[in-house]
C-alpha cells in the first residue's frame, strides 16, 4: 500500500532558484527517505532522515520532518539544470526494511 | 564503487514467453529486492530476499517468483510473460534489516510483452 505521497506532481522552476518537494505519510516510520531518479534510469539514494531528527543537510539539498505532521520537506538550493529529475520519498515499515515509495515529484530546471 | 547490475536495459518477449531478470550486486549486500515501476503508479515492491534461498512476497507478487542461490544474485522470474507485465522493473539492494537501509538501485529493464 502506498505511504509517501509527493507534492507537487511536478515542479518547473529557472536556474538558481530554490526547489521544494513535499511528502505526506500515514504511519509511523523509522526514517524517511529521498532519491532522485534521471530519466529512464535507476533510483539514487539523497538523504536519510531518522524518525528522532527534524532537519538534515547535504550539500545542497535540506530536508525537514515533521512526525506531528507526517510530512517531510526537500529543498533544494540554488538549483541547476542538472538536477531536473524526478525524486521521490521512501518510508520503511516499523518491522521490516521494505521501502514504500511515493508516485514522485518531476522536477524541471530551465538554464 | 557499489554496483548494481540488471542483465538487460531493455527488452522485448511475446506473451507467454518464460522471462528470467537477473540482478547482481558487488556489495556483499544480504537485501536484494525487485520493483516495477509504472507511470502514475510509482514504484511497487514484487518480491525481496533477506538471505540466500530466502524470500518474501511484496506488494504485487502475483505473476512473478524470484530466486536467490547467491548471495550477490537475485532473479526475477515471470512464468508465463502477459502484456500488464509490460513495465520497467528495478532492482535494489541494501545492507541490512534495521534503520539504516539506504537502497542502491540497478539501472532498471524496460520489459515490453507483445
Known amino acids: 500500500s502506498q505511504q509517501g505521497e509527493e507534492d507537487p506532481q511536478a515542479l518547473s522552476i529557472q536556474e538558481g532558484e530554490n526547489a521544494t518537494m513535499n511528502c505526506s505519510y500515514k504511519t509511523s516510520i523509522n526514517n524517511l527517505q529521498w532519491y532522485r531518479q534521471n530519466s529512464g534510469r535507476g533510483l539514487v539514494h539523497l538523504i536519510l532522515?531518522?524518525?528522532?531528527?527534524r532537519e538534515k543537510h547535504s550539500g545542497r539539498l535540506r530536508v525537514t520532518l515533521d512526525t506531528s505532521k507526517k510530512s517531510s520537506s526537500l529543498l533544494i538550493t540554488a538549483s541547476r539544470a542538472a538536477d531536473t529529475a524526478s525524486y521521490f520519498c521512501?518510508?520503511?515499515?516499523?518491522?521490516?526494511?521494505?521501502?514504500?515509495f511515493g508516485k514522485g515529484t518531476m522536477l524541471l530546471v530551465s538554464p | 564503487d557499489v554496483k548494481v547490475t540488471q542483465s538487460s536495459r531493455y527488452l522485448v518477449k511475446r506473451t507467454g514467453e518464460k522471462v528470467f531478470l537477473e540482478c547482481v550486486q558487488d556489495m556483499d549486500h544480504e537485501n536484494m529486492f525487485w520493483y516495477r515501476q509504472d507511470p502514475g503508479l510509482g514504484l511497487r515492491l514484487i518480491y525481496f530476499?533477506?538471505?540466500?534461498?530466502?524470500?518474501e512476497k511484496g506488494d504485487i507478487p502475483e505473476g512473478y517468483s524470484v530466486s536467490r542461490e547467491k548471495k550477490e544474485r537475485f532473479s526475477l522470474i515471470l512464468e508465463s510473460a502477459s502484456t500488464n507485465q509490460t513495465s520497467m522493473y528495478l532492482c535494489?539492494?541494501?545492507?541490512?534489516?534495521?534503520?539504516?537501509?539506504?537502497?542502491?538501485f540497478g539501472p532498471g529493464t524496460r520489459l515490453t510483452v507483445l
Open positions: 532522515i531518522r524518525s528522532n531528527e
Open positions: 521512501a518510508t520503511d515499515r516499523w518491522f521490516y526494511s521494505t521501502l514504500t
Open positions: 530476499s533477506y538471505d540466500v534461498k530466502m524470500k
Open positions: 535494489a539492494s541494501s545492507h541490512k534489516k534495521g534503520l539504516n537501509n539506504e537502497q542502491f
